[in-house]
């Protein structure tokens, strides 16, 4: 059964700092996923990760997958308030589950 | 641009009452889901459909859930007697492909 570790579950930054979260995943899975949540709202899809090496940026944001290595980066390039949030990324088991990590609960401080 | 739309948006009930919960998936898309969130927790899958029926489900998905597309645009979640620890944010979701897309969600609170 896939299970996927975030670390940290807790990241408190300053504003123009750069830091990544980590996300393991104990099997296979095809895909990686990153979602945002803000506090007391949805998941917005960040970035969908298909293959080894596959490396995706948006913005601040910057996603990679070593599927080797069954592991995933978010990382964050100068970061700004905006970018405050619960971000959690998941693998797929099956055909459509998504099984998500705990959560990286993402503070920026001026 | 379109959206994955839940209501109610917050629910309260009774423990042991029946609740349904709604969803209207993005138009096009063939597969939908659900998936909730205790406080404070991780985003649990709870059930995936797909063709008028369930593709996958979770062992938190047990008799007293169930899910239903009763029409072209609806897919809805009934918990038939609800406990308190089915208090939760639960979401829906829809996908075409490979990118699964939430609604809002609904916070169900059981009393």
């Known amino acids: 059964e896939l299970k996927v570790e975030q670390n940290p579950l807790f990241l408190s930054m300053q504003e123009g700092k750069n830091y990544t979260i980590y996300c393991n995943y104990s099997?296979?899975?095809?895909?990686l996923y990153w979602y945002r949540q803000d506090p007391g709202k949805s998941l917005e899809s960040l970035f969908v990760?298909?293959?080894?090496?596959a490396v995706k940026q948006e913005g601040r944001l910057m996603a990679s997958l070593d599927t080797k290595a069954r592991l995933s980066t978010l990382h964050i390039t100068a970061a700004v308030h905006d970018l405050s949030a619960t971000y959690f990324c998941?693998?797929?088991?099956?055909?459509?589950?998504?099984?998500f990590g705990q959560g990286t609960r993402l503070t920026i401080n001026p | 641009e379109p959206e994955v739309t839940q209501t109610p948006s917050h629910q309260v009930t009774q423990m042991g009452q029946e609740v349904i919960l709604r969803c209207v998936p993005i138009?096009?898309?063939?597969?939908f889901y659900w998936y909730r969130q205790i406080l404070g927790q991780k985003v649990e899958f709870l059930v995936s459909f797909y063709n008028n029926e369930i593709s996958e489900k979770s062992e938190i998905f047990d008799d007293q859930f169930s899910v239903e597309r009763p029409d072209g645009s609806n897919f809805t979640l009934k918990i038939r007697s609800t406990k308190l620890e089915d208090s939760a944010m639960y979401f829906c979701?829809?996908?075409?492909?490979?990118?699964?897309?939430f609604g809002p969600g609904t916070r169900l609170t059981v009393l």
């Open positions: 099997t296979t899975s095809d895909r």
């Open positions: 979701a829809s996908s075409e492909y490979n990118e699964q897309f």
């Open positions: 990760l298909l293959s080894n090496g």
């Open positions: 138009s096009n898309h063939l597969y």
């Open positions: 998941a693998g797929i088991q099956g055909a459509q589950k998504l099984v």
